[in-house]
C-alpha cells in the first residue's frame, strides 16, 4: 500500500522560529511537492521537486525554502515562522511515469502565535 | 494559464441519491485529471485518474468521465451514502508541466 507520511499532524510555534516539516514517501517516486491549503484560497502549491537535490517554486515560494538530500524525504523550511503562514500544509509524490497519480500526506496543521 | 472550476461550491442531498460533481478546466492541453476526496482536517485520498487518452474510470459506486474537447469532467455518484460527506477536489496535470492545478472543490452533504 502507497505510503506518504508527513512528520507532524499538529504544530505550534512561535514568530520568528525556524521551522521544519518533514515528508517521506515510500513509493521510490521522483516528484515530490508541498502544498498550503486555507480556507477560500485553496490548494497552492508552495514548491515542488523532480529529483534529489532538485527544486523548482511554485505559485507561493515566498518565505519558504526545501531540501531534498534524499529520494524518499522531502523537507519544508520556514525560515522565520509569521503569523500568516498558520495553514495546513500537505505533502504529496507522483512518479515521473505512467500513471503520474499524485497520493498526499495528512498534512500538518501549523499555527503560529 | 490552467484554471479549475467546481460548482456548485456545496451540495446537499438525502441519502440515496445519484449525484453528479462537475470540474471545468480552460486549457484542454492535459495529460490526466485527478479526483480526490477529503474529510475535514485530513490529506486528500486519490478516488480516480483519468488519462488525457480516456473518456472514463470506474471505481465502485463512482465514475468519472472526461471531455477534453470542451474542458469537463464529471464524478458521478451512485447511491450515495452518509460515508460520502466530504470534499470532492479535482486537479489536471498539464502536458508540459509536473505541477497539477487544483479546484476548490465541492462540499458533499449526504444527509440520512
Known amino acids: 500500500d502507497v505510503k506518504v507520511t508527513q512528520s507532524s499532524r499538529y504544530l505550534v510555534k512561535r514568530t520568528g522560529e525556524k521551522v521544519f516539516l518533514e515528508c517521506v514517501q515510500d513509493?521510490?517516486?521522483?516528484?515530490m511537492f508541498w502544498y498550503r491549503q486555507d480556507p477560500g484560497l485553496g490548494l497552492r502549491l508552495i514548491y515542488f521537486?523532480?529529483?534529489?537535490?532538485?527544486?523548482e517554486k511554485g505559485d507561493i515560494p515566498e518565505g519558504y525554502s526545501v531540501s531534498r538530500e534524499k529520494k524518499e524525504r522531502f523537507s519544508l523550511i520556514l525560515e522565520s515562522a509569521s503569523t500568516n503562514q498558520t495553514s495546513m500544509y500537505l505533502c504529496?509524490?507522483?512518479?515521473?511515469?505512467?500513471?503520474?497519480?499524485?497520493?498526499f500526506g495528512p498534512g500538518t496543521r501549523l499555527t503560529v502565535t | 494559464k490552467q484554471e479549475v472550476t467546481q460548482i456548485p461550491a456545496a451540495l446537499s442531498v438525502p441519502e440515496g441519491e445519484n449525484l453528479v460533481l462537475n470540474c471545468s478546466f480552460t486549457?484542454?492541453?492535459?495529460?490526466?485529471l485527478q479526483w480526490f476526496r477529503q474529510d475535514p482536517g485530513k490529506g486528500l485520498t486519490s478516488l480516480l485518474l483519468?488519462?488525457?487518452?480516456?473518456r472514463e474510470q470506474t471505481s465502485g459506486r463512482l465514475n468519472a468521465s472526461l471531455d477534453k474537447s470542451s474542458g469537463r469532467s464529471t464524478l458521478y455518484i451512485a447511491a450515495s451514502q452518509p460515508g460520502d460527506s466530504a470534499t470532492y477536489l479535482c486537479?489536471?496535470?498539464?502536458?508540459?508541466?509536473?505541477?497539477?492545478?487544483f479546484g476548490d472543490g465541492t462540499t458533499l452533504t449526504v444527509k440520512p
Open positions: 521537486s523532480y529529483d534529489v537535490k532538485m527544486k
Open positions: 486549457d484542454s492541453a492535459i495529460y490526466n
Open positions: 504529496a509524490s507522483s512518479s515521473t511515469g505512467v500513471p503520474y497519480e499524485q497520493y
Open positions: 513509493m521510490d517516486h521522483e516528484n
Open positions: 483519468i488519462q488525457s487518452s480516456q
Open positions: 486537479a489536471v496535470r498539464n502536458t508540459n508541466a509536473g505541477k497539477s492545478t
